[in-house]
């Protein structure tokens, strides 16, 4: 780890439902100042994490630490000094949007009116409605509102845009690019990678409790693959297929893998034929797995 | 045709709910047939005719008593002690649960998502209704059935058994229809149960005062829970009010299918409004007060309307007294006296509104775990809130409304008292609600440890009210054993009119109240949210 001041640390957490053993060991660093993904698939354990972090559920075993103290502890200091977006939100049905916003706002000590106001424009968001007339987005908009309307040095974001559109989420990402360079820390879970990459300086992939990988988005896509489609103006010469895989042609269309790295490099080959249309799909979280279980086999019949 | 259509999908469906909701029903049938098979001890507990009259004199005519179970019209038989036992409260008790379940089939799974889900599917827009009211209507049937059998088996005679049974299966009709209404007049699940049971309350109250005061005929005809009185089971065995009670349920069913088909899927008949854009509540405190507000208010006028019935019913209580013959029988020889009587009417008057002011008490506690349960606490305890401020921001109105409520009425039942000569004080009465106070808060102390510290076991929550009611209302009727008796903290409230009442009852069942209460807290300090 680098020397930067680390404001969530957990080392080693464990947690059960009953028999189900949900957090097997997991690690944990996030440092001040950084925006920290955290991936991983349905059920992998996210949630159950930042409950913990959060203090609403009592780790088994393990330590974890939130802004250098124990979260089940020092609840209501610590959380003075956080804003939390639950993956579910649920509102009171008779209470309109902006009421909830002042609500958790108050009990958080107070929330900024400019940035209040500001959020609820850029969100689209009409605060007097019911909380039993919100679709799933737009209550998912009232905890985002909620949460970033207080000045907290840290963030603790739950798959917060699931449910929201295209349009919805850059506001989203540019809002927490602003709230980054204001100097907050922010934990984001998701289990979409490309949700997270553009935001996040450092990921954690999760998979059935623990973390499997934590590095920059450089570091995790090493020797991972993006899948191209291509449609060409001229037949595919076989020349022009080096360096990619899983290929198929089917006329003048071309579906094909290639190393990350590698991605310009296949472009310079694949430019003077002609492009008439191109798509590159980046890294998906899946392939990702599938190249760590990859390594998790061959490190194990290294040893 | 076009009918046809909108019914289609209902038996898949309706497999669908028995299977979910089904077992929700059988306490219900469970309770009644308990309920009307243990009046068969009657002829053990009072073996002498001597016995049976005293009884009859003590209990069957204290008329607060009477509000609960209608007329006496004859203790003499364990039949006819059946028909006053078990008739108006079996058909309370079938009532409740088709409520609950028509307004879970269809409200409740609107407001969840999960009807959505099944809507897109190849049903029918009624077929949902449909579905709760078949299930509702069969199972009113087989409580009936139930009910009826089992009593027979423990000794009942078969007309005034099967009758009375019948008349708790139409009771369970009749509130299917309203029920079924109601679920489309509200805009949630919450609202439809509140509207259904409020009719329940009133038209329940009002036969009791109804036939303690021998209301003139109208004020029986125009109440359908009065027609199953009417039946007169065991005297008279009149089958023919349950038609009647068949006619209104199809009135009723009819109006439901009419407004379902007139409302928009998830809305009800009472739209809401778009609200203020700023909110006030900023503390829990009155985040409780906001969420409780509507049963707030709607308990606050209930028990103003139960102050001035059992207030004016107190005042009547001479003449009531000195209508029933075989209570002044019993006046005459000494059995009884009448300041003693009075002075148990009013303990006992209080103690059902006690009772019943605990009621809420154990619902806003209830409340606390539906909020946990949806996921509206996990966000609040995430922000500055500390659990303990939280929770006891729910327990103080659980506290305080029904001792709000008790007063309210005991004030309204004393001042009525007063003015009507009968020998009992304002100061007196009024005294009396006020130390029928810690009893109800024992009982909702229980509903606060049980959400605080089990809530995976939250029906134990009802056990005070429960066992309150049974051993201080229905107790007597069984002529337990003192000590059994005084499992109910309201066993525990002095008569403040008697000389020699002894107060340190009030002070045992505070200490087990601040017991349930620090139970309550601790549990709620240390437990996992929201985790089942
Ligand atoms: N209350 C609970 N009881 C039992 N199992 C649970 C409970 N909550 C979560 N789980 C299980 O724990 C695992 C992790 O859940 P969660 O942390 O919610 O995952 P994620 O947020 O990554 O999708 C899942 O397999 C889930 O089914
Ligand atoms: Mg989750």
Redesign the pocket.
């Known amino acids: 780890m680098s020397a930067g001041e680390a404001v969530i640390d957990v080392r080693g957490l464990t947690k059960s439902?009953?028999k189900?053993k949900?957090l097997q060991g997991l690690d944990l660093h996030v440092e001040r100042g950084q925006v920290h993904g955290f991936l991983?698939p349905?059920?992998?354990?996210?949630?159950?994490?930042i409950r913990v972090l959060l203090g609403l559920l009592k780790g088994d075993g393990g330590s974890a630490q939130v802004l250098g103290h124990d979260p089940w502890k020092h609840v209501v200091d610590l959380h003075r000094r956080l804003a939390y977006v639950p993956?579910d939100v649920s509102l009171w049905p008779g209470m309109t949007g902006g009421e909830a916003i002042d609500l958790l706002g108050s009990l958080r000590g107070g929330l900024d009116e400019r940035r209040r106001a500001d959020l609820i424009e850029r969100f689209e968001l009409d605060p007097s409605k019911r909380g039993r007339q919100y679709s799933k987005g737009n209550r998912q908009k009232v905890a985002i509102v909620a949460a970033l309307s207080s000045n907290v040095e840290l963030l603790i974001l739950?798959e917060p845009t699931s449910g929201l559109d295209p349009l919805m989420e850059n506001v989203f990402q540019e809002v927490i690019g602003e709230a980054k360079a204001n100097g907050a820390t922010v934990l984001l879970?998701s289990?979409i990678l490309s949700e997270v990459e553009s935001l996040a300086d450092r990921l954690s992939i999760?998979r059935e409790?623990a973390v499997v990988q934590t590095g920059t988005l450089a570091d995790l896509q090493q020797g991972s693959r993006s899948t191209i489609h291509a449609t060409l103006s001229a037949p595919v010469p076989q020349s022009a297929l080096e360096g990619l895989s899983d290929i198929h042609v089917d006329g003048d269309r071309l579906r094909a893998t290639v190393d990350s790295a590698e991605v310009g490099a296949a472009m310079t080959r694949l430019a003077p034929l002609g492009i008439t249309a191109l798509t590159v799909e980046p890294p998906s979280l899946e392939s990702l797995f599938l190249r760590l279980y990859e390594t998790d086999s061959t490190d194990r019949a290294a040893s | 045709m076009a009918g046809a259509t909108a019914i289609a999908g209902t038996p898949p469906l309706l497999r669908a709910e028995v299977k979910q909701d089904g077992r929700l029903l059988v306490p219900w049938a469970l309770l009644t047939t308990l309920l009307s098979a243990s009046s068969m001890i009657y002829p053990l507990v009072f073996p002498s005719d001597q016995d049976k009259a005293a009884f009859a004199a003590a209990v069957g005519a204290n008329p607060a008593m009477a509000i609960i179970f209608g007329p006496a019209y004859d203790l003499s038989t364990a039949d006819g002690f059946n028909a006053w036992r078990a008739l108006s409260l079996g058909g309370l008790l079938a009532a409740l649960g088709v409520i609950f379940a028509v307004t879970r089939a269809t409200r409740a799974q609107e407001d969840s998502g999960q009807a959505e889900l099944l809507a897109s599917g190849v049903m029918g827009r009624a077929s949902r209704l449909a579905a709760a009211v078949w299930m509702c209507l069969v199972f009113s049937i087989v409580l009936g059935l139930v009910t009826g059998l089992v009593t027979v088996a423990f000794g009942g005679g078969w007309n005034a058994s099967m009758l009375i049974a019948a008349t708790m299966s139409a009771t369970a009709w009749m509130f299917t229809g309203v029920a079924a209404v109601t679920a489309q007049l509200g805009s949630d699940a919450r609202t439809a149960n509140s509207l259904a049971v409020g009719t329940l309350g009133v038209l329940f109250i009002a036969r009791g005062v109804a036939y303690a005061l021998e209301a003139p005929d109208w004020a029986i005809w125009i109440n359908p829970l009065a027609w199953m009185t009417e039946t007169k089971p065991a005297v008279d065995d009149n089958w023919w009010p349950l038609l009647l009670a068949a006619a209104l349920t199809l009135v009723l069913l009819a109006v439901a299918f009419v407004l379902q088909a007139r409302r928009e899927f998830g809305a009800g008949a009472i739209a809401p409004r778009p609200g203020p854009a700023r909110g006030s509540a900023r503390s829990t405190w009155r985040l409780a007060l906001r969420i409780n507000r509507g049963p707030l208010l709607t308990w606050t006028i209930a028990f103003i309307g139960l102050g001035f019935v059992f207030g004016y019913l107190a005042t009547s209580v001479n003449d009531i007294l000195g209508g029933d013959a075989a209570l002044q029988q019993a006046l005459a020889s000494g059995a009884a006296d009448s300041a003693g009587l009075v002075s148990a009417f009013l303990v006992t008057i209080l103690s059902l509104v006690g009772i019943l002011a605990s009621i809420p008490g154990v619902q806003t506690m209830l409340k606390v775990r539906t909020e946990e349960l949806e996921d509206r606490v996990e966000p609040l305890i995430a922000t500055a809130t500390a659990r303990a401020r939280y929770f006891a921001s729910n327990v103080v109105i659980a506290l305080a409304a029904p001792a709000v409520y008790v007063l309210i009425a005991g004030l309204l039942i004393a001042a009525l008292t007063a003015s009507a000569d009968i020998g009992v004080e304002f100061g007196d009465a009024f005294l009396q609600a006020v130390a029928t106070v810690p009893a109800v808060w024992t009982v909702i102390a229980i509903a606060v440890a049980v959400i605080g510290a089990r809530p995976q076991v939250v029906l134990a929550s009802w056990i005070g009210v429960l066992a309150s009611f049974g051993l201080t209302i229905l107790g007597p009727t069984f002529n337990l054993w003192d000590w059994v008796l005084a499992i109910s903290p309201f066993w525990h409230v002095p008569g403040v009119t008697d000389p020699d009442a002894d107060w340190w009852g009030l002070v045992w069942i505070s200490l087990v109240t601040v017991l349930f209460l620090a139970i309550g807290f601790a549990g709620f300090r240390r437990r996992d949210l929201a985790?089942?």
């Open positions: 439902y009953g189900f949900a991983g349905n059920g992998a354990g996210k949630s159950t994490t993956g739950d879970s289990h999760i409790g | 985790r089942t």
